[in-house]
């Protein structure tokens, strides 16, 4: 193994890493952004340099994710744990709302939720430990504002791994650890939101796509930082919002472009992916993977092994090999491989042919 | 003039200039932070690396900005603009708050402010278009909650110029546009709150210090998010902070101590702004700051000149020999030089020298 700028294998489960050619980018501008004779993060955000950053970050998010003309894109502060509380200020507010609970996030945001409305949880799945997910899974009430729910949970690795069906209903989802590792179909959703710092750049920024009726419900009165209206009205900057953030994740999603649409990096992360089910499909057992089949996350690979010394035994000669940020989730225990879009394909073949060595010698 | 990398003078309102050695570091680490392996923005927030990173911010704004024990020094998302709502919802929470409304900043704190209590305006300066603030100006309530005040009013370019009185009330203050400019005593504080993006580094972070009893005081039932309590027993961590704003803050925070401290900084910066101003007051009235004498911003140096005309031609003419940014805003017209800590005391010096040339040809 040998990376460039004697770069390491990352699995961190977020913030994940950032592909080269995007930072090469932005190191090489950091002082003088393309001659304008100030770095991006010393533009004003309502000036002609940031405008143009700004347009192109819109355009290329709408390329990438094949966003209609009747949705808006933000970019806001606070992360996805900011937006469980917005979205319920602003479509829950005192009605009800479908949840489908499939994990810690999808927790996390029930819970945050019921301070604003009733939340019917439509699915359960904490009595399994959260290994299970589907949209059939749902009891559905008549009368629910919108159904929300976390397409890919980072800490089990469980994923629904597909759009939920068109049947009218307004679906709102977490997309924080999966969006843009696949195709998807933005007209099955009301809303979809994603904090950056997985797959679309660095912390500090929850991308929002919103349809616009939804943006006509929003009620008065809300704080105007928690009001999407405003935020729509305002272009996202009703205050200067994180102006590097939005800048880097332009230039992730031109990259993924220029990769070939999300097509090719669907297909990209299926392949990455498989390297590791293999190894543990093929491990006789020694590795299980926390998810349910159907379920198996793409990006977050929660993983065990027969015992805690062979874990913390594996944890160790891993990272001596140079695999760093393989440790679980305390709520799963075992070993979690975060490998989002930036994730190097080789350190899935790599660590897919350590995995097999080490069942080999230890099982 | 000729400035490093082909720099331009940049003054900016916001995001503002950052020092050029802050702007190194970061660049020369972006892809492999001192031989860790991976760039700050690909850092797990709760790994060892950023652990160091974020104790380091803590330390580096205590020390340059003596911050006592008893205070919590927090790293939050959503600017001062959510401070608006959040310090609200926390201390105001149906009671009542006097506030001091000195310029277009105080007027949306008190805008937000009303959403969640009674305000009182102990002062408002409004009917002079802002151009004055002062702590003995306030005609003050006894049930406060707090007082809440604006510095520097980045727009009008007014300050209060000094901290409030030790006189047992809870003052809470935006401290935005004018933080770590020069010396200020904490102790008279029950909290300062400043978005970053001014003299703290790139947008997205808002610096909060808060003293234990105010955060005692909290009420049950914020969204977490929201909850100063939350976020001091989390350390700012209770989700993913902007980890790359708070690494840039803590380089900037260490640039000014090892320049001197804020003693050294607010002697820089008062002979920075002389530079303009004693060209202002030399100019027969040609040019004239909108502040009263005892408020003037040594940040934010809002100026007119005698028509609409003259002052296009100071902008054009000004742009053209390299002075960039100095259109003043729409709700106070002509002109406006902001001067944060990083912006270098020779473009001081050549814009006075500018300006009395301008005077003398057009006056």
Redo the contacts between chains.
């Keep these: 193994m040998s990376l ?5 294998y ?1 699995f ?7 592909v ?1 050619p995007v ?2 980018e ?2 090489d501008n ?3 952004w393309k ?5 991006v ?5 309502r ?1 002609k340099h940031y405008e143009k950053i700004a347009a192109e970050a819109d355009q290329y998010c709408r390329q990438l994710m094949g966003v209609p003309d009747n949705y808006k894109i933000l970019f806001l ?6 937006q ?2 917005m979205l319920a200020m602003n479509f829950l507010n005192g009605g009800s709302a479908d949840y489908l609970r499939t994990g810690t996030w999808g927790e996390k945001a029930v819970s ?1 939720a019921k ?1 604003h409305g009733a939340v019917n949880l439509a699915h359960d799945a904490k009595a399994s430990n959260y290994d299970v997910a589907g949209f059939e899974l749902g009891n559905y009430s008549n009368d629910a504002n919108y159904v929300h729910f976390t397409t890919n949970e980072t800490i089990q690795g469980v994923d629904f791994l597909g759009d939920p069906p068109a049947d009218g209903r307004d679906w709102i989802c977490d997309m924080s650890s999966c969006i843009a590792s696949r195709p998807f179909d933005v007209n099955r959703y009301a809303m979809i939101y994603a ?1 950056a ?1 997985k797959n679309l ?5 929850a991308l929002v796509i919103i349809r616009d009726d939804m943006v006509a419900k929003v009620p008065e ?1 809300l ?4 009001d999407y209206k405003v935020m729509v009205e305002n272009d996202w900057m ?8 939005v800048y ?1 994740m332009s230039l992730v999603f031109k990259h993924w472009i220029d990769f070939g649409g999300l097509d090719a990096v669907g297909k990209y992360n299926d392949e990455k992916a498989s390297h590791i089910y293999s190894a543990i499909d093929g491990s006789n057992g020694f590795f299980k993977v926390h998810a349910q089949p159907q379920n198996r996350s793409l990006m977050n690979i929660s993983f065990t092994l027969p015992d805690e010394d062979l874990t913390q035994k594996f944890l160790t000669e891993s990272k001596a090999a140079g695999f ?2 393989l440790k679980g989730h305390r709520s799963v225990g075992g070993c979690r491989a975060s490998i989002y879009n930036a994730f190097p394909r080789e350190g899935c073949v790599e660590l897919g042919e350590f995995m097999l060595g080490f069942a080999q010698s230890n099982g």
């Design positions: 460039p700028y004697n770069r390491i990352n961190s489960a977020g913030p994940g890493a950032i080269v930072l090469e932005a190191r950091m002082l003088n001659g304008s004779g100030v770095g993060m010393e533009m004003s955000h000036g502060q606070g992360g996805a744990s900011l469980f509380t945050s301070l904090g710092q750049g660095p912390s500090g920024v009165g704080p105007p930082m928690l009703y205050n200067t919002p994180n102006t590097w953030g880097l760093h940020e």
